[in-house]
């Protein structure tokens, strides 16, 4: 199913946002490894400095969107 995303300030994009940083947080749970043949940046981290920072990077994300957000 395709679900687009709202493009008007509402409480449905507030909701979508909601949504997408739940689920960005329900997959850091789970192993972040690398599973493919290249190497990566990230791969040079063990999974512990990794997954911090990753949750730095989110919580930044989603202080900027709200802040976004929000002025609109």
């Known amino acids: ?4 995303w709202p493009n008007k300030q509402s409480v449905e994009l507030n909701n979508s946002i ?3 940083f739940y ?9 972040l490894s ?3 043949e290249y190497y990566l940046y990230i791969d040079i981290l063990n ?3 990794k ?3 990753f949750i730095i990077i989110i919580q ?3 202080k900027l969107i709200l802040d976004i ?4």
């Not at 329900?26 to 192993?31: G, T």
């Open 51 to 53: 997954k911090k920072l």
């Open 18 to 20: 909601v949504n997408l």
């Open 23 to 31: 689920n960005i947080r329900k997959k850091f749970i789970y192993n």
């Open 1 to 4: 199913m395709i679900k687009y």
């Open 47 to 49: 999974s512990t400095y």
């Open 60 to 62: 930044e994300l989603e």
């Open 69 to 72: 957000v929000e002025l609109n």
């Open 34 to 36: 690398n599973e493919t």
